[in-house]
């Protein structure tokens, strides 16, 4: 890979602002510094080390950051790689300058160890992000150079760097609407992570991708005609093939089978209004049937790292399943440089921070990923807690459902209604005793799907139920619920049931029934009114709790049964 020269950072730099002949000093002298500072290294491919600033520089460019992102982006290996002293480049490049690269090179210096890592570390590295979000933009630009040069290194550090790139760097990057660069670098560490699935998917689908990009040329000239006669002129239609480390990801949960993997190359039409986007979906739709539930809707309901799109898989030439992507150019952008193309900086010093100067759009995306790091510093203290919440809360796979005013919450992957109602609020959480989906009374452990409209139905007073633990999945829902539990401090001696249920005959006798077949003594059995359910509450001569969790595990299954609260009382 060549030098990139400083017009190409120039270029790419005008592309998106409004510069001065100051603006092209300024990043003239960071690129001369650094590469005076880097001329004698070299990297392990045997380039000149000052390709990889460069290359970081121009990368957060084509980003669209601002001007202190770029000469970050020039001098961030200075302090750490070549001993720079920091008083020389605040001297020369001022205090801002210096405050970014001294929160990349603290980033540095955090090695990821797989299941072994540091903690503490970990933490470090993610607070890092709540103070300057131009960090970790920088940081990445410096990860994606590192990982398309990775074939160099020795297979040790390959594997570690790519399993900390999967496993930290893309989920960040997608969390931030960074979708593309997620998705890239996911694929950069998928032959490093999983060696063996990586020859196996290219010997065995190469062929299969050669077979549907032909179709998909097929299928373009057939809508480029149909848009035509309908007035209607996209600013490009190209297709995309489903990448790697996706496409194993979906092959697992198919059985490994490629026919039932619909979008392995997709066709992507970019138009320019809204309105474009609907009417080019009801054109694809009068030619071709629609799959049941794979039509969304992600421009009415966007995703809350800002994703916006039309997606549909249709019946297609041949009966085929093929997906289509329609979306306007401000959506593709965003889709490729997510929160990066929103940050602007004021270079006014508050502090020792800086003040950000950003959208109303961009203030919204910050308060997804940061103001949630902010709450989980001080909700967890202890680095490891920190870390199983990190990775469970913003790693994992995310959901995206709706309360019934139409506002978007995001949660992980087969969240319950109890991990929604926490996330509403957490006197929401401790007196949640229903919720209903999609207007339909559902159990609350039922598993909710993006797009649910979900509902929480609350009892004043009410405090968590000890069987939450067994199904929730946020790591807040469970610290909650914990701290419930330790709050019991009475000896215990019975247990007691609280029943939450449908009004219907035959409700009660059928409870009592599973007691008495499992011979369980009763003590006493009483009934109250409640506005939405009546409630049973009965207290057994049961002394061990795990028998009276076996007794609980029966009673739920009782038809109408929707909540049960167990406890152990004198």
Not at 91 to 119: H, M
Not at 201 to 207: A, C, P, S
Not at 416 to 435: K, L
Request: with cysteine; charged share 30%; glycine share 4%.
């Amino acid at each position: 890979m060549h030098t990139v020269s400083l017009e190409n950072i120039y270029k790419a730099y005008d592309t998106y602002h409004a510069h001065t002949p100051q603006d092209h000093e300024r990043i003239q002298r960071a690129y001369a510094f650094a590469q005076n500072v880097h001329h004698e290294q070299k990297r392990a491919s045997g380039e000149p080390y000052f390709v990889h600033v460069a290359q970081t520089a121009l990368q957060l460019a084509r980003w669209k950051l601002d001007i202190g992102s770029i000469i970050a982006g020039l001098l961030h290996d200075t302090i750490e790689d070549c001993n720079t002293p920091p008083q020389e480049i605040q001297k020369e490049f001022g205090e801002e300058i210096l405050f970014l690269i001294e929160g990349v090179t603290k980033l540095g210096t955090l090695q990821y160890q797989g299941k072994e890592r540091s903690a503490e570390s970990l933490r470090k590295m993610m607070l890092a992000v709540t103070h300057d979000l131009r960090v970790i933009f920088i940081k990445l630009a410096d990860r994606l150079h590192n990982m398309r040069t990775l074939s160099h290194v020795s297979p040790a550090k390959q594997r570690r760097i790519a399993l900390e790139t999967a496993e930290i760097y893309a989920p960040i990057a997608s969390r931030l609407g960074m979708q593309s660069l997620s998705g890239e670098l996911e694929d950069l560490a998928f032959p490093y992570t999983h060696p063996d699935q990586y020859t196996w998917i290219q010997n065995n689908l190469r062929e299969s991708y050669e077979k549907r990009t032909q179709y998909v040329l097929r299928v373009q000239k057939i809508i480029e005609e149909k848009l035509q006669q309908a007035h209607i002129h996209p600013l490009a239609i190209d297709s995309r093939a489903k990448r790697i480390s996706s496409l194993y990801k979906k092959l697992l949960r198919n059985d490994m089978d490629i026919e039932r993997i619909y979008d392995l190359v997709a066709l992507r039409i970019i138009v320019r209004t809204v309105e474009e986007c609907y009417l080019v979906l009801g054109i694809i739709h009068n030619i071709w049937k629609p799959l049941p539930g794979k039509v969304k809707d992600y421009i009415a309901l966007p995703k809350l790292n800002g994703y916006q799109s039309l997606h549909t898989t249709v019946f297609c030439v041949d009966d085929k399943p093929t997906e289509f992507q329609i979306r306007t150019q401000e959506m593709h952008e965003q889709s490729e440089y997510g929160a990066a193309a929103h940050w602007f900086y004021e270079t006014t010093k508050q502090s020792k921070n800086y003040k950000k100067k950003i959208s109303q759009k961009a203030e919204a995306e910050d308060s997804v990923i940061v103001k949630q790091l902010q709450e989980w510093q001080s909700q967890f203290p202890g680095s490891q807690e920190f870390t199983e919440a990190l990775k469970l809360d913003l790693f994992s796979d995310r959901i995206f459902v709706l309360t019934p005013k139409g506002e978007v919450i995001d949660l992980p992957a087969d969240a319950t209604p109890v991990d929604f109602a926490y996330r509403i609020h957490t006197q929401i959480g401790d007196s949640c005793i229903g919720a209903k989906v999609n207007a339909k009374i559902v159990q609350l452990d039922h598993k909710l799907q993006s797009g649910d409209i979900v509902e929480v139905l609350t009892q004043k007073n009410k405090k968590p139920s000890e069987s939450w633990i067994h199904f929730v999945k946020t790591k807040y829902a469970t610290r909650r619920i914990k701290d419930s539990m330790r709050k019991k401090t009475a000896l215990p001696k019975k247990t007691e049931y609280k029943i939450t249920c449908e009004s219907r005959i035959g409700m009660i006798k059928d409870i009592l029934a599973i007691l008495s077949r499992n011979r369980i003594p009763l003590i006493s059995v009483n009934t109250y009114e409640n506005e939405r359910f009546p409630i049973v509450k009965i207290i057994t001569d049961i002394h061990d709790r795990k028998k009276g969790e076996q007794i609980f595990l029966k009673l739920r299954k009782v038809d109408g049964v929707k909540e049960i609260n167990l406890r152990m009382v004198d």
